[in-house]
């Protein structure tokens, strides 16, 4: 039986005879306590053991890290620390941790940073933190599809291995099966490293959208849930070289309705969430306070988790045009003890993420939609206004992370899109099957890609994107 399962056998008043329960011993204490966790749950199961008819050499391999059952019966704690022990009449040791070679590990039982646990990323989901963090992130997948499914989206696998680059931004990882031995070659015998895939150039996807547009116009509706690659070598809290990001594509949507859908979608996931995993954002709402009393006065935050979770909830979207936050911002001082320090910028310039959190957490105070940004700033599908320099495009910004969505409706003229994919020298012969979505009942439409490790960040209150992946791929983590 799990602990979370004995948990809410007692919260409905089922008092258990016998049961066991099969885990991790967190910690060991008097000979006689054990603090045993299965992952179900962030509470510790209280285990007492009857020391005096327990076998010495079993006591002696309940060590920090072994994995062991107890059996026993619940009873009232005495202690504060929990509400129910376990009482224990049988001990079983399925697998020994030497406490020497734990004492080297993360697993021992002192302060580690968060640096430290990176560094031993395969043991770090033994601890607390990153224990609560990846059950609410499991969590939140499991809201991500709800959402969609609940509301007729179909669920579409696009392909990882793809000949496109979706975002033009030139970011990709290339794939490659080269026959290091007997290399294609060009014409003047230079290695072609271009022909990398069976002959042709690939890259992993920087974004599925392309072709979720193409099911959108089939489908209906359409969401991607998968692994998206970016070759961009920046060293951020924010960015990872391998990240998740969740799609949806509806056909005959202007960009107001793909406004509704994201602020829709985002408040339903906070809310599935701030239900379902209760214990673990107690934990790690208490975890972002201790941690902001270390801090000086001044870079404490204004607002614990939980608040800042209602925050979203509550809170309509502020929706905003590009250019009225360039006149804002503009008009703002540089303010060096509110840590803004932003520099004003100029209309066309692309907006820096101290600009975007100046206009979430202190202009507006709350969740900013800042939409028809300029036209060279945004990638080559979005939709043209009628302005000629502007484009459908959204970006949601939200507070200490900056932007978390980013979509737009896009072109559904052929003759403009060819025009634009002209100038952007951006080949017909490679996007044929997106323009034939053009030549073939085009329609309006729209959609939006959100980064689900920037959800996690945010609703977890880690200050780290590397903390809320299970093995994060950046410049310099790739070991795992
Ligand atoms: O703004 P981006 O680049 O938009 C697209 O890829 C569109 N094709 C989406 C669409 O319209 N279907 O990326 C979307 C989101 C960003 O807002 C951000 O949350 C996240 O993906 N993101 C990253 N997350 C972690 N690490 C990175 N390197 C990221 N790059 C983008
Ligand atoms: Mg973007």
Request: hydrophobic content about 35%.
């Amino acid at each position: 039986m799990t602990q979370a399962k004995v948990a809410e056998l007692l919260d409905s008043n089922q008092f258990l005879q016998e049961f066991q329960v099969k885990g991790w011993v967190r910690s060991f204490r008097s000979n006689r306590f054990i603090a045993l966790n299965d992952g179900s749950t962030i509470n510790n199961l209280q285990c007492v053991i009857d020391f005096e008819n327990t076998d010495e050499e079993i006591l002696k391999r309940i060590t920090i890290g072994a994995a062991i059952g107890v059996k026993g019966t619940l009873k009232e704690s005495a202690g504060s620390q929990q509400r129910v022990e376990i009482e224990v009449n049988e001990v079983e040791i399925y697998g020994d941790a030497n406490p020497e070679e734990v004492k080297l590990t993360i697993l021992s039982p002192k302060r580690h940073s968060l640096e430290k646990l990176r560094e031993q990323a395969h043991l770090r989901v033994r601890t607390n933190t990153f224990g609560a963090v990846m059950r609410v992130r499991s969590k939140l997948s499991f809201a991500v599809h709800s959402y969609f499914q609940n509301n007729n989206f179909h669920y579409v696998n696009t392909p990882i291995i793809t000949g496109s680059d979706a975002e033009g931004a030139g970011e990709m990882f290339k794939v490659t099966n080269f026959d290091l031995e007997n290399p294609p070659k060009n014409e003047d015998g230079s290695i072609d490293y271009k022909k990398d895939f069976f002959g042709k150039e690939t890259n992993l996807t920087v974004s599925g959208q392309l072709e979720g547009e193409t099911f959108a116009m089939g489908l209906g509706q359409i969401y991607t849930f998968g692994p998206t690659f970016r070759a961009e070598n920046s060293n951020t809290s924010r960015h990872l070289a391998e990240f998740w990001m969740i799609e949806p594509e509806v056909a005959f949507c202007d960009l107001d309705g793909n406004m509704d859908l994201a602020e829709d979608f985002i408040k339903y996931v906070l809310n599935y969430v701030l239900e379902h995993c209760k214990d673990d954002l107690e934990f790690l709402d208490q975890r972002l306070s201790n941690e902001d009393k270390a801090k000086p006065k001044a870079e404490r935050s204004e607002m614990s988790l939980l608040e800042k979770l209602h925050f979203v909830i509550d809170n309509n979207f502020k929706r905003v045009s590009y250019t009225e936050a360039i006149d804002i911002l503009k008009d703002s001082k540089p303010n060096k003890k509110k840590k803004f320090n932003y520099i004003i910028e100029e209309w066309g310039a692309d907006l820096q993420s101290e600009h975007e959190r100046f206009l979430v957490e202190k202009h507006f105070k709350s969740p900013v939609i800042l939409f028809d940004y300029p036209a060279d700033i945004k990638a080559f599908y979005m939709r043209l206004n009628e302005d000629g320099k502007t484009v459908r495009a959204m970006d949601i910004l939200f507070p200490g992370i900056g932007e978390i969505v980013g979509g737009s409706q896009r072109e559904e003229r052929l003759d403009v899109l060819q025009e634009k994919m002209k100038a952007l020298d951006i080949d017909e012969k490679e996007l044929w099957w997106y323009l034939d979505t053009r030549r073939f009942g085009t329609c309006v439409h729209s959609g939006f890609g959100l980064g689900f490790e920037r959800l996690v960040l945010f609703v977890t209150g880690m200050s780290n994107i590397r903390d809320v992946i299970p093995f994060p791929r950046t410049p310099q983590n790739a070991e795992f």
